[in-house]
């Protein structure tokens, strides 16, 4: 079945460096792969999404790159901030789903520190 | 705009009680699903429903159950808590599979003693 590996130690950075997120899968490629961000006591947040046939996804401090051959995601934050501090899923769908099930990872936990 | 919405937020139940955690979602969204998340577990897929009369297990659904009479309502029912049924839930809906992403509502704690 098919797994996805986060780093499930927390990151902790420095405000304005750049912070990188790591998703790992086995098996198959996934059609699309998604980020979320979880703040504590809340449900998770739709950041980006990025499918199969591109390579880099970009939205304002985020950029995330898919790299099938790797089978790996990067999440990447620049000029990090202390409310950018959250735990952070990445979640994928399997090619040809009719039923939009997601598979999550752990998550990461991202401190940063003013 | 409401989104998703759960209830109760907080629920402390003995073993053995029964209780249904509730989800309605105004957006008219045909998907709809019930996650468990337990510490450094992510989450795990219980049930989901891809439109009203239409449901199915997903990875983790021994001790639960669902139904979907109307397209906002997807209620998660705890028949016979048991201590492995302390867990958040939450319950999440999608517009459909071509715009893929969870609307998510802000969980159900719950604690079975």
């Known amino acids: 079945s098919q797994k996805i590996e986060q780093n499930s130690e927390a990151l902790n950075i420095q405000e304005g460096k750049t912070a990188t997120l790591t998703c790992n899968y086995t098996?198959?490629?996934?059609?699309?792969l998604q980020w979320y961000r979880q703040d504590p006591g809340r449900g998770p947040v739709f950041l980006l999404l990025?499918?199969?046939?591109?390579k880099e996804k970009r939205k304002e401090r985020l950029k995330v790159t898919f790299d099938t051959t790797l089978k790996q995601s990067l999440f990447h934050i620049t000029a990090s901030q202390p409310a950018d501090s959250a735990t952070y899923l990445c979640?994928?769908?399997?090619?040809?789903?009719?039923?939009?099930?997601?598979?999550f990872g752990q998550g990461t936990t991202l401190q940063v520190k003013p | 705009n409401a989104g998703v919405t759960q209830t109760p937020k907080f629920r402390i139940l003995k073993i053995g009680q029964s209780m249904t955690l509730q989800c309605t979602q105004d957006?008219?969204?045909?998907?709809m699903y019930w996650y468990r998340q337990d510490p450094g577990m992510g989450l795990k897929l219980i049930y989901y429903?891809?439109?009203?009369?239409?449901?199915d297990k997903g990875e983790v659904p021994n001790g639960y159950n669902v139904s979907r009479s109307t397209t906002e309502d997807f209620p998660l029912r705890l028949e016979l808590a048991a201590p492995s049924q302390t867990s958040v839930y939450f319950c999440?809906?999608?517009?459909?599979?071509?715009?893929?992403?969870?609307?998510f509502g802000n969980g159900t704690r719950l604690t079975v003693t």
């Open positions: 098996n198959y490629s996934p059609a699309y």
């Open positions: 979640a994928l769908v399997r090619p040809s789903s009719n039923t939009g099930k997601l598979i």
């Open positions: 990025i499918r199969e046939n591109e």
């Open positions: 429903s891809v439109g009203a009369g239409i449901t």
């Open positions: 957006m008219n969204h045909n998907y």
């Open positions: 999440a809906s999608m517009q459909g599979i071509r715009i893929s992403t969870l609307h």
